[in-house]
């Protein structure tokens, strides 16, 4: 995704509101500016997880762990999986099935 800023009136115009009713929320602490930015920008992020689309970063090295994880639990279903099969050969010998 972009990471596009939005002014008081990109904002304003998207939500079909005034600009003052954007300089009032953001008075009210209802809406954050961008950090580290000289003007009054919203970072679209910010405003699309306003709007209930929430968006979460996911780090490069959190998706590596899951993957690794994933591939472990698959490595150990596949193992439990061949003990079960051998439990049910063995108990269906012994049950004479």
Do not use: C, Y
């Amino acid at each position: 995704m972009e990471n596009k800023l939005l002014t008081q009136k990109d904002l304003a115009e998207r939500w079909q509101v005034t600009e003052e009713s954007i300089r009032n929320w953001r008075n009210e602490g209802i809406i954050q500016t961008a950090k580290g930015v000289p003007v009054i920008r919203f970072t679209m992020q910010h405003i699309l997880e306003l709007e209930g689309v929430k968006l979460e970063k996911f780090s490069p090295l959190l998706k590596r762990k899951m993957e690794r994880e994933l591939e472990e639990l698959r490595e150990e279903n596949q193992r439990l999986k061949k003990i079960i099969g051998n439990v049910l050969a063995e108990t269906s010998q012994v049950i004479g099935i």
